[in-house]
């Protein structure tokens, strides 16, 4: 893929500062972390019972290898949504990266392709959102480690409501 431009990287960058809760995290005073922390614990109950997750179907969840210093990379899959609202993802998390970035793939007027960080990707009601490398997809940034061809990564998606789904992708050769 090709690489963002300066411009198109700032606009993701803004994506990725602005969402309201992490203004919210910042604007209390030195209680702020322990609410943060609050929100953060899951429920006493298992994820997969709880109210809060989301009730989205996955396929071929899957991470682009990459070799050692390899700082990104790029996940992909198949999101249905059986229900009758659509569900807005507006971020993504991975404990194998710093952040995780929500993207779309573009073209501009003079006909280049390019990535662009979105501050959000909704899931019709009913349908289907699919995620690769070309199209709509996440993108992992500042990764924690090489990531081998084989192994499993966890990724959480989280719903613009705060419902979340944690997704086992398989790393696999581009
Ligand atoms: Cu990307």
Request: hydrophobic share 45%; no cysteine; aromatic share 0%.
């Amino acid at each position: 893929m090709s690489r963002p431009t300066p411009l198109l990287l700032s606009l993701a960058l803004a994506a990725v500062v602005i969402p309201a809760a992490a203004i919210r995290s910042q604007a209390g005073q030195p209680s702020a972390p322990v609410a943060h922390s609050t929100h953060a614990v899951p429920a006493p109950s298992s994820s997969a019972t709880s109210a809060q997750r989301l009730p989205l179907t996955v396929q071929g969840a899957s991470v682009v290898a990459v070799p050692p210093g390899a700082t990104e990379t790029s996940a992909g899959m198949t999101l249905r949504n059986p229900g009758k609202t659509p569900v807005v993802l507006t971020s993504a998390r991975s404990s194998a990266a710093g952040h995780v970035m929500l993207m779309t793939t573009r073209r501009d007027a003079q006909g280049r392709v390019g990535m662009s960080g979105v501050k959000s990707l909704t899931v019709p009601a009913g349908g289907q959102l699919i995620l690769k490398p070309g199209g709509d997809h996440l993108m992992l940034m500042d990764l924690m480690r090489p990531l081998k061809p084989g192994e499993r990564v966890p990724l959480v998606l989280v719903a613009r409501d705060g419902r979340t789904l944690t997704v086992s992708a398989t790393v696999r050769l581009p």
